[in-house]
């Protein structure tokens, strides 16, 4: 079994920064991407950004310039470096992981639980 743990949100003011991180557990043999998603009220789950097992990165328009995504492979930790913030932003937060387990061999999506992020003064 795997379990994906996000931590750091929480209330910011417009312009502040939040450093999310999401750390993965269990029977793990290798993960592949890892990425973050958020959702807003009353609004669809959507993609921020992604990391690849090689280091390459991708992001959302809506949030190119101001997040950056990076990983520690040997704590099987993805994080979300998040400046300039925007109400905009405010979302529950989650992130994601392509993992592969070995005994049984299984190679899935895992999900966090999600963490909030407020911005508002």
Known sequence: QVQLVESGGGLVQPGGSLR???AASGNIFRINSMGWYR??????????ATITSD????????????????????????????????????????CN???VTLLPYTARAYWGQ???VTVSS
């Open 20 to 22: 999310l991180s999401c």
């Open 39 to 48: 959702q807003a009220p009353g609004k669809q789950r959507e993609w921020v």
């Open 114 to 116: 999600g963490t909030q």
């Open 97 to 99: 992981a392509d993992v």
């Open 55 to 94: 280091g390459s990165t991708n992001y959302a328009e809506s949030v190119k310039g101001r997040f950056t995504i990076s990983r520690d492979d040997a704590k099987n930790t993805v994080y979300l470096q998040m400046n300039s913030l925007k109400p905009e932003d405010t979302a529950v937060f989650y």
